[in-house]
């Protein structure tokens, strides 16, 4: 996980210039939960990692600033 928060840091830090830290935290969420219920419907392992650990997890360090 740290290794992605230093990966994600840069864009989050602009977004959050750009549109401030509420609204990238809570759209960071939203997205991300998105992504954690589309892996419940995955029909094979390799959707599941992508969707739930690839997009997911990247996402959710949006809502973590």
């Known amino acids: ?3 992605v928060d230093c990966f994600v840091g840069p864009i989050v830090s602009a977004l959050a210039n ?3 830290c509420r609204a990238v935290s809570i759209a960071g ?3 991300a939960g998105l992504f954690f219920a589309i892996s419940h419907f995955s029909p094979n392992i390799d959707v599941m990692i992508f969707t739930y650990g690839v997009m ?3 996402l959710l360090t949006l809502s973590v600033l």
């Open 18 to 20: 750009a549109f401030g």
């Open 1 to 3: 996980m740290e290794t």
């Open 56 to 58: 997911g997890g990247r």
């Open 29 to 31: 969420s939203l997205v």
